[in-house]
């Protein structure tokens, strides 16, 4: 592959199976990024043990979560599938990072402020995060927030920055963290001199926004307490039907996408990308019927699309052989492009060479 193509870099955490919202709104896509750019899909396992975990979960999540990428498209032999601590170099440019970076950015960022809150931290009324203060039952609570919960965008920035990625597909809960590795990057310039290229946020074309089958009005999530509202890529195909079949519907019997009618223009949605057929040409074909017919061609259409991705899945993660050299020949691309940035960096921060 040709480093004269512009370089796309994008990683997730190795946390279950993905979604048919991942599969539709993501992955697709980045399938269609393959000819027109040099690509890096990372599993950041570094960044799953910021809260508590299993070990045996860890290594069997991230092999799945290769195998699930694989499946769903993304063809290794024209882009690099690596996992995050295979490659040297994510913690290291982390640290360099970390030098520049004050706290209290780091405070301000949304997703630490939501996760600090759930294990007891208070921050003061009309105050700012960077002003962190703690009651006396928060205190208690201060001990289960680990570093890493506040150093986690730091090692995001550094997992851009080790490729010096032009572009970064980002979805709204991750545009803030872009955001920072702007900043740190162009601080690091500033302080260095130029190094690192400033990543721009990549908007691929409008992908599917699938809602929870259970409550329409939000976006469907594989951490959803009610299982029965997220539809998995791995999910039977009985299950899966058993899902769609339950989803909540709206009042009245249309079967039209209207903003009065989440649940039925939810379920349209997912016909919809699924079938390949627009939604006024459904809206068409379901006049008169009810919502189990509905449900019904829709649990079908999802079965059809999943089916052959679940045959390639279990092919795939029953072949170590073939697992291993996907990931030792995705690392061995990445590493060569790490060492050749950190080198750089390293100089530009005074650090003496290593002997050869």
């Known amino acids: 592959m040709s480093e004269e193509k512009p370089v796309i870099l994008t990683c997730a955490q190795p946390t279950g199976d993905l979604t048919i919202g991942n599969y539709l709104g993501a992955i697709k896509n980045w399938a269609t990024l393959l000819d027109d750019y040099t690509c890096y ?11 508590k975990y299993t070990p045996a979960d860890l290594r069997r999540n991230t092999l799945s979560c290769v195998a699930q990428y694989i499946a769903c498209g993304l063809d290794p032999a024209r882009s690099n599938i690596f996992i995050q601590s295979h490659v040297t170099g994510h913690t290291e440019l982390a640290w360099l990072l970390s030098c520049i970076t004050p706290i209290g950015d780091l405070q301000r960022m949304t997703q630490f402020k939501e996760k600090a809150a759930k294990l007891g931290f208070k921050t003061a009324d009309g105050e700012d995060a960077n002003d962190l203060k703690f009651s006396h039952e928060g205190a208690r609570a201060q001990a289960s927030v680990n570093s890493g919960l506040l150093m986690y965008p730091v090692l995001m920035a550094a997992d851009i920055l080790l ?54 009005l939000k976006k469907m999530s594989k951490s959803d307490e009610n299982q029965n509202a997220t539809l998995f890529i791995l999910d039977q195909p009985d299950v899966l039907k058993k899902k769609i079949l339950s989803a909540v519907t709206d009042s009245g019997s249309e079967i039209v ?22 939604m006024a040409e459904l809206e068409d074909a379901l006049k008169g019927k009810g919502y189990g017919d509905f449900k019904k061609e829709v649990a079908d259409a999802v079965i059809s699309v999943l089916e052959p991705v679940q045959a390639k899945y279990n092919e795939i993660i029953g072949d170590k052989a073939y697992l291993e050299s996907v990931l030792k020949e995705g690392a061995a691309a990445a590493q060569k492009r790490a060492y050749k940035v950190l080198g750089k960096v390293y100089r530009k921060a005074g650090f003496v060479e290593r002997p050869r």
Do not use: W
């Not at 899909?41 to 809260?51: L, P, Q, R």
């Not at 260095?192 to 409008?206: D, G, N, Q, R, V």
């Not at 209207?258 to 699924?274: A, C, E, F, W």
């Open 41 to 51: 899909f990372g599993v950041v396992d570094m960044h799953a043990i910021t809260v």
């Open 163 to 216: 490729y010096n990625a032009d572009a970064v597909p980002v979805g709204n809960d991750q545009r803030q963290h872009l955001e920072l590795c702007r900043d740190l990057a162009q601080r690091f310039n500033h302080n260095y001199s130029e190094t690192f290229k400033l990543p721009e946020p990549f908007i691929p074309k409008a992908g599917a926004r699938i809602m929870s089958l259970q409550d329409p």
């Open 257 to 278: 996408a209207r903003d009065d009618k989440p649940g039925v223009s939810n379920l349209l949605q997912i016909y919809s990308v699924m079938s390949g057929r627009s």
